[in-house]
């Protein structure tokens, strides 16, 4: 049992609950945004949708868990049953993120080859990099943290990769203001996904972590999480919105 303040016990709860509606409104948004943009850019909003409501759906279950896993202030993180599940967030991130990567394929409308080319680099790529931080997350010892950090490093680097310098390559076809915008949109995912290496490091050690790496674990992938999936989505739309208007729809609504 890991014994946390009530100050922090609330933190956490709190900030579970706060990603659960942040994910739950992000959905209904991008759901009911469809008629904003032209059809070929609705399965790129599909997608967004798709991945917030996986992601809410999981943070239902790791809020549940973290409730149920408490015993008035102290939580039980042991990895037997009854206690706190960290690995709902990894399922959530092996489904969440190869389609937050084929929003943005999917939002650019490329060429059919050029799409097809990305995503079979993207996915994989990106399934990779979260099966290989999972062994690092749930074990004790530092060298193997260490080790399975570095190497889920490796496709994390191979991805920004393909994003700056082959999906670079796209840009200077689409409307004026989008390329500036996937630009900032790449920059999101960057800054984004840094929390995540951050919030990994704070939770390294060896034996059981400390109230506050726990703390400071759960908080700083919750709000990476709202950034990189919300915020995320919502720039999506911006860029459909701004293609359709480039293309001649109007701005009815």
Request: charged share 15%.
């Amino acid at each position: 049992m890991l014994t946390l303040t009530a100050n922090q016990w609330n933190l956490v709860y709190n900030v579970f609950s706060f990603g659960l509606v942040s994910m739950l409104a992000c959905t209904i948004y991008t759901l009911v945004s469809q008629a904003r943009v032209l059809p070929k850019y609705r399965n790129a909003l599909v997608m967004s949708s798709m991945v917030t409501f996986i992601a809410g759906y999981h943070y239902w279950r790791i809020f549940n868990s973290f409730s149920e896993s408490s015993e008035g202030m102290a939580v039980k993180v042991s990895g037997d049953q009854g206690a706190f599940n960290e690995a709902y967030r990894y399922v959530d991130w092996l489904l969440t993120v190869p389609l937050l990567l084929v929003e943005v394929i999917a939002v650019l409308a490329l060429a059919k080859e050029v799409s097809k080319s990305l995503i079979m680099r993207l996915v994989p790529a990106s399934a990779a990099m979260i099966a290989l931080g999972y062994p690092g997350e749930i074990s004790n010892d530092q060298n193997t943290q260490i080790l399975y950090g570095v190497l889920s490093t490796l496709p994390f680097l191979y991805i920004l990769y393909v994003l700056f310098v082959e999906l670079g390559k796209s840009l200077d076809r689409q409307p004026e203001g989008v390329a500036a915008t996937v630009g900032r949109l790449r920059l999101l995912l960057i800054a984004t996904w840094g929390v995540y290496p951050v919030s990994y490091i704070l939770g390294m050690g060896e034996g059981m972590a400390s109230a506050d790496q726990f703390v400071g674990v759960q908080v700083g992938y919750t709000i990476a999480d709202v950034l990189a999936k919300c915020v995320f989505g919502l720039t999506i739309l911006k860029i459909a919105r701004m293609k359709s208007m480039a293309e001649g729809m109007k701005d009815d609504h």
